[in-house]
Nanobody, 124 residues
Framework: QVQLVESGGGLVQAGGSLRLSCAAS????????MGWFRQAPGKEREFVSV????????YYAASVKGRFTISRDNAKNTVYLQMNSLVPEDTALYYC?????????????????WGQGTQVTVSS
């Protein structure tokens, strides 16, 4: 089993920045990729970004590319999401997710482990 704990959410004005962290514990050696999804009220959960733990390849949703940066510190079993130039449309509950199977996907159901989520609110 793997446990994921997110931190770093909060309230920020449009144009501001936040950095989210996701600390993994348990059988972390089994993880292939870790990523971030978000869910706004009344909307489906959507892909934000993902990183392969070993090679470090990164992938982003079109809506955040150029503004968000995902990174990892394998020694700390932690993944980060640096969010810059935030806009009100980025307001959502942000979830950390981890995948053990080989391959990178943007489908939430392909990720076996999930954190509880951290709220990000961007005011206009």
């Amino acid at each position: 089993q793997v446990q994921l704990v997110e931190s770093g959410g909060g309230l920020v004005q449009a144009g501001g920045s936040l950095r989210l962290s996701c600390a993994a514990s348990g059988r972390t050696f089994s993880l292939y990729a870790m990523g971030w999804f978000r869910q706004a009220p009344g909307k489906e959960r959507e892909f934000v970004s993902v990183i392969r733990r070993s090679a470090g390849n990164t992938y982003y949703a079109a809506s955040v590319k150029g503004r968000f940066t995902i990174s990892r510190d394998n020694a700390k079993n932690t993944v980060y999401l640096q969010m810059n130039s935030l806009v009100p449309e980025d307001t959502a509950l942000y979830y950390c997710a981890a995948r053990v199977s080989v391959g990178v996907t943007t489908t939430p159901s392909d990720y076996a482990y999930w954190g509880q989520g951290t709220q990000v609110t961007v005011s206009s």
